[in-house]
């Protein structure tokens, strides 16, 4: 007696219900994808380890250390950081960081989106956008020079202000204009970097919301507000993490305005960057190298906190358009 077996039918319900008890990541696809991210990441990662942990991993291990890098190494523990905050200069040049950090992003950031509020619906706007940029082109020590020579005592800018009556001109170069002198010039020479930035976002915002808006009577601020700044938010929180960064790694100038090829600069103009130079290669005295890698991670740990920070401050919802 035959048997017969009768099969069912695959009904689309019980092939979406397949498909639903499927694991996430059980496709092909996916499969494939988890096969090829170690190939193609794992170069990045050794490169990223060996140029950048393997070096922190060391200086946090030297901070630990009284060593002048060339004798043998004393172990002090968390001493070099107990001194570092017991220093006053140490503490002078991480206030002195800090201000250039924030006032100097916050100018910088507000003369960038005036500048991008004039510059989208200005005539020639792509030649004014090369001359903002220009001077983020050249060399800092070119500016620690020019401003050796413009702002010196006999200089041009004196010599104008006498030609003009003024009597008695500011001391530019002294020690309590030397810092204010220096954020200036930072924030003179990173305005056009962070504002051609800017307006590459800008630039890819469509026209007819703009257009939208300005049929809904929106005038220029109101444009820049409620259709510039959304769409081009997550450029300017990339831009705040840059400037972040960059902040504290502003060394040059400092030395160059206010130093010598015998002397450095005075104390109140120094930064955190300036400071692990003076420990690391002082002019007459002993390095002091665990000191140095001290300051440089206390720098690393205070741009990381700030980074984290801002990232979780800026972060919103990305504008599709």
């Known amino acids: 007696m035959a048997t017969t077996i009768q099969h069912r039918p695959r009904t689309p319900g019980v092939r979406a219900a397949r498909t639903a008890r499927r694991p996430p990541g059980a496709g092909p696809h996916e499969r494939q994808q988890r096969r090829m991210f170690w190939p193609f990441t794992a170069p990045a990662l050794l490169a990223y380890a060996v140029l950048f942990l393997a070096p922190v991993g060391y200086a946090v291990w030297t901070s630990l250390y009284k060593w002048d890098g060339m004798g043998a190494m004393q172990w002090r523990g968390l001493k070099n950081y107990q001194q570092l905050f017991d220093d006053p200069v140490f503490r002078t040049s991480l206030v002195n960081t800090l201000e250039l950090m924030a ?7 507000l003369i960038s989106f005036l500048l ?3 510059l989208r619906e200005m005539k020639g706007r792509l ?3 090369s001359v903002l940029f220009f001077p983020s082109l050249v060399n800092g020590m070119v500016f620690g020079i ?3 020579f413009l702002f010196s005592p006999s200089g041009p800018v004196n010599q104008a202000l006498e030609f003009l009556g003024v009597t008695t001109p500011p001391k530019w170069l002294s020690t309590t204009n030397l ?3 220096v954020l200036g010039t930072v924030i003179w020479t990173a305005t056009g970097y962070y504002t051609s930035i ?3 976002a800008v630039d890819q915002i469509p026209p007819h919301l703009y257009e939208a808006a300005e049929l809904d009577g929106a ?3 109101q444009r820049f507000r409620h259709v510039t700044l959304p769409c081009a938010w997550d450029v300017i929180s990339v831009c705040a993490v840059l400037w972040t960064v960059s902040s504290v790694k502003i060394f040059e100038l400092i030395l160059l305005f206010g130093g010598s090829s015998n002397r450095f600069p005075p104390v109140d103009s120094w930064n955190t960057a300036m400071y692990v130079y003076a420990e690391a290669f002082p002019r007459a005295t002993i390095p002091r190298l665990g000191v140095a890698t001290a300051a440089a991670v206390v720098t690393l740990l205070m741009v990381t906190v700030v980074t984290v920070v801002l990232r979780r401050v800026l972060r919103r919802e990305p504008i599709e358009y």
């Open 116 to 118: 991008t509020l004039v």
């Open 127 to 129: 030649f004014a956008r």
């Open 146 to 148: 020019a401003a050796g």
């Open 198 to 200: 800017i307006m590459a």
């Open 219 to 221: 005038n220029a601020f």
């Open 179 to 181: 810092f204010p002198m």
């Open 103 to 109: 006032v100097g992003g916050t100018i910088t950031f």
